[in-house]
């Protein structure tokens, strides 16, 4: 009866960690596209590093770091990042969490010009002070329009077996 | 002890509500999407009032009248409604709630011609005798493509600082 | 007091299955479009049956039948499966389930051209040895563009009523 209650405790823990950081993975998009930077930097833990891209232009270092990069979004007039398929995966020490998620990322130039790419974030969070924060994250392109043109990571397939 | 049961339950609590409440937004999708219009207005609350964009065509009061007016729905031949970062906040009392999602709504016109766009849903939820139903709904658009001419709401972005 | 117990722990024991069941959903995702077919094809029941489209090519019979059949999505150089609204019922035995989801697939040619289709998944679940696998899975098409002219089974919305 006792592991019962302690398993069902476990059950309800990992609930509860899954929807906090689905929920701090929402918030990034939803800030990102209102551009309120401050709240979307306080998702991210100090020593953080954001990796959109190889180039060092597309990398970020620490929340302040990504706030101040992240001000290059303003050369969009409008984006939509529209995120699902978020998985996580919780460690067993409570206190450490990797998940996986899409986004499908829908951006206006000021002329009216489009561009979409879709992808998926790999992500590292830590909790600290009761809250999950993200400490790395890595995007991977998995496909894009031809008005998206940014050097994102590419996302890896495995390759066609011979004679498949 | 007594306090960590009344933690975990209250946990628990908030789980279930979110979950109930995001199904309450998946079925206005798969509603509308299958012109089940008096599924749809089942979600809504009597007295509820649900604004599309700022003309009063585009302004359904009372779950009656949204179900009349989303007749106009079947101008379309194809609809496909995908909800995702869905964010929900729920108020002390257990009885209100409110709630975020993004939408990206692809529409199809009998001579083959599409319109999509991306928005986000505001909402407001209150629970009736169990059920949580939408009393209020606001739709912002964040994003369209050419074919798409509906006035919604606009989605307002923090505008870019002097020197950003 | 035992009956609010036994209350809770449904409520607990419904949210597990349905994340547990999200999970599976998402995987297929991820898997297929890493296009690691075994780890796709562990998703499901050894004589699972799965339809996309009316014609016999399009249905897959038993696990080891369907990853020997989705080794044709090779013939894409990029897929990218974006699943939101899942809607999970769960059977009073607590051994199946069934599930309605909303993909938006995006799929890109070795020429550069691209394909668009959305649609949802119907999908039927059961637990085997403490995990959900799916059993039979049909897909249904919302909506598509120019470049997508795969023959999957068309959605069924409700007509027009005369005078509506």
Request: hydrophobic share 35%.
């Amino acid at each position: 009866m006792a592991s019962e209650v302690a398993s069902r405790d476990e059950g309800l823990g990992e609930l509860l960690d899954k929807q906090a950081i689905t929920e701090v993975l929402y918030a990034y998009c939803a800030h990102l596209d209102r551009m309120d930077l401050d709240a979307l930097a306080a998702l991210f833990t100090d020593d953080c590093v954001v990796e959109y891209g190889p180039e060092p232009r597309l990398q970020s270092h620490g929340a302040a770091g990504l706030r101040r990069d992240l001000a290059r979004m303003w050369r969009w007039a409008r984006t939509s990042h529209h995120l699902s398929n978020v998985m996580v995966t919780l460690e067993d020490d409570r206190v450490h969490a990797g998940a996986t998620s899409y986004v499908l990322a829908w951006h206006e130039r000021p002329d009216g010009s489009t561009a979409t790419m879709m992808g998926q974030y790999r992500d590292r969070l830590v909790r600290e002070g009761g809250r999950w924060r993200i400490s790395r994250r890595r995007q991977e392109l998995t496909g894009n329009d031809a008005g998206f043109d940014v050097n994102i990571n590419r996302f890896e397939r495995i390759p066609r077996p011979d004679g498949a």
